[in-house]
Structures are given as C-alpha cells and as structure tokens.
Nanobody
Framework: QVQLVESGGGLVQAGASLRLSCAAS????????MGWFRQAPGKEREFVAT????????YYADSVKGRFTISRDNAKSTVYLQMNSLNVDDTASYFC???????????????????WGQGTQVTVSS
C-alpha cells in the first residue's frame, strides 16, 4: 500500500488555474501508475487523468483534454495535476490514486482497489 496526500485545492473563479499535488510514501513510487479522479456532489467518481510509472504515457478524460496536464516527479514521489481554464463543471473533490497496473487500465480503477488519498476540494465560481 502507498500512502497518498493531496494538496492544492481551493476556491477560484472560472478561467483560473490551480495545480494539485499528491505526495506518496514509499520507495517504489515509480512502480505505480498514478491517477487523478474527481467526484462532484450527487455524482459518481470519474476518471480525470492517469500517468504511467515512467511518466511517458498519459490519458485524459475528454472533458479535461487540452486544459489539464498530469505529470510526476519520481525523485520527489509526487504527482501533479495542472488545471487551466477551470469552469464550474470542474467543481468536485479530487482524489489521487496509485495502482500497480498500467495507465490505461487505471482509467477504470474502482474505489477500494489500489491506494487512494483523502481528496482535496476544488470549487470554481462563475
């Protein structure tokens, strides 16, 4: 199991940017594919972006493609989510996840599988 702690959420206006960070414990960080997921009130948790252990492969949900960028720094055991051009539909709790799988397979990672952080709230006002 990997311990994950997210940070960087907040309240911003539409059009603004935020960068989320997720710090992981353990010495085998590069072994894990990492992902960001989000859950809005009354909705199911959804895939946002995933990245392979090396950082060379990434996947994005269509709703964030071109606006969000996932990256990782294996030396710091940290994964990031740069979010630009935020809109009100991006309002949600954002969760970081780690799993010993591929970035592709991680897109459908279910809660309870792999390791998950506690989440950080992102609120976008119009």
């Amino acid at each position: 199991q990997v311990q994950l702690v997210e940070s960087g959420g907040g309240l911003v206006q539409a059009g603004a940017s935020l960068r989320l960070s997720c710090a992981a414990s353990g010495r085998t960080f590069s072994r894990y594919a990492m992902g960001w997921f989000r859950q809005a009130p009354g909705k199911e948790r959804e895939f946002v972006a995933t990245i392979s252990g090396s950082g060379g492969i990434t996947y994005y949900a269509d709703s964030v493609k071109g606006r969000f960028t996932i990256s990782r720094d294996n030396a710091k055991s940290t994964v990031y989510l740069q979010m630009n051009s935020l809109n009100v539909d991006d309002t949600a709790s954002y969760f970081c996840a780690a799993a010993d799988t591929t970035a592709q397979a991680m897109r459908i990672l279910r809660p309870g599988v792999g390791s998950w952080g506690q989440g950080t709230q992102v609120t976008v006002s119009s």
